[in-house]
Nanobody
Framework: QVQLVESGGGLVQAGGSLRLSCAAS????????MGWFRQAPGKEREFVAT????????DYADSVKGRFTISRDNGKNTLYLQMNRLKPDDTAVYYC???????????????????WGQGTQVTVSS
């Protein structure tokens, strides 16, 4: 498994922006599809965005499409989530996840990922 550490969360006003980062350990990061998920209090963990191992393909939840951008730098073993035009409904703990089946494509289900970070809190005030 790969170790994942998220950072970049915080408190922001509605309409603002944040950029989350996820640093991965090991030398195989560039072979893994990656995803961002979030979990609000009292709710199930939900899909936010996913990116293929090469970065050439991405997919987003409808609720964030056009506002969030997932990207990766395989040379730095880092995954990113740029979040713009944030809304109070975006408030949640955000998790990055890795699908360590090499050369995997995109995944929107939590069951497709086998390594998870500890999460970073994002709070959007109205």
């Amino acid at each position: 498994q790969v170790q994942l550490v998220e950072s970049g969360g915080g408190l922001v006003q509605a309409g603002g922006s944040l950029r989350l980062s996820c640093a991965a350990s090991g030398r195989m990061f560039g072979r893994y599809a990656m995803g961002w998920f979030r979990q609000a209090p009292g709710k199930e963990r939900e899909f936010v965005a996913t990116i293929s191992w090469s970065g050439s393909s991405t997919d987003y939840a409808d609720s964030v499409k056009g506002r969030f951008t997932i990207s990766r730098d395989n040379g730095k073993n880092t995954l990113y989530l740029q979040m713009n035009r944030l809304k109070p409904d975006d408030t949640a703990v955000y998790y990055c996840a890795a699908d360590t089946r090499e050369w995997s494509h995109l995944g929107a289900l939590t069951s497709e990922y086998d390594s998870w970070g500890q999460g970073t809190q994002v709070t959007v005030s109205s």
